[in-house]
């Protein structure tokens, strides 16, 4: 394929068919900005209330009611109401949201290294396993030995084909 | 704490300074759009060059010139001229780019499974070192024993407590 083709083939795409089929811009659309992730931080560390998560992240308030309404919407949370206090709600995890844990992890552990503040981490894990401070290594799902990029061999799916 | 003093206590924090911080909020910051992470898929999967990163990720040209630009000035990836070719560039992987790896691994497998489109996945990816189909697993890196929310403990850093 020529530079030419190729520019051709881009310019015919339809972009918005390939963005409905791409699972990275739908799963980014829903978590991807910082404020998501640091909820889903809260909610993974075991707090369950609007005033914890508030207090904890520093969120304004407006910022973190349309956070929380999105994540209810996409079903990665769910809301119930306080038994105690009709007028409270908790928040917690649902299995779609349990799942964004190595997603959270991958990222705090990218954060930390590349992009902490002056006052380094704010956060440092301990795996309770082993006792020792703890960050995400990545290991295939099959075989177990650690995954790399020049490990991995790529297979697109016709309707990717299609698009290029 | 009572309720109203954690309220009082988000009400008076400084958010900017959190903000600036806080790692998560600068790392989503740099790669949190949907469109960035296609594009590091790309460069992780070995194209180099902007029409074959636009060809294959249907992207338009402003917002792929834009996310290159800002990838750049982070220091995620390097442009650097096509030796045969002066007017045209490469643009390849900084360490720092490297290692958002586990972070593209593990928004894909996300997406594979909670956002995908009608016609599935449209990326499969297969670990050279064992054959089978694959997909990133969690561990820790200090004992290599699976990493679950329930087998973390948190210490927060000194600047974190004084934000809360």
Chains 1, 2 share one sequence.
Request: net charge positive.
């Amino acid at each position: 394929m020529t530079k030419n083709q190729r520019i051709d083939a881009a310019a015919s795409l339809d972009h918005s068919s390939l963005a409905d089929q791409c699972s990275i811009l739908r799963a980014t659309d829903i978590f991807g900005d910082g404020w998501t992730i640091l909820i889903l931080r809260e909610l993974f560390w075991g707090q369950t209330r609007y005033d914890q998560i508030a207090a904890h992240t520093g969120m304004a308030s407006n910022i973190l009611a349309a956070r929380l309404k999105k994540l209810v919407e996409n079903d990665v949370i769910e809301k119930s109401v306080v038994e105690s206090d009709a007028r409270r709600f908790d928040y917690t995890l649902t299995q779609k949201g349990r799942e964004l844990f190595p997603v959270l992890m991958t990222v705090m552990a990218w954060g930390d290294r590349w992009s902490s503040g002056d006052a380094g981490p704010l956060v440092q894990l301990r795996h309770t396993v082993c006792g020792k401070r703890t960050k995400a290594g990545l290991v295939c799902t099959s075989c177990a030995a650690p995954l790399a990029p020049e490990t991995l061999r790529t297979n697109f799916a016709p309707a990717y084909k299609q698009s290029i």
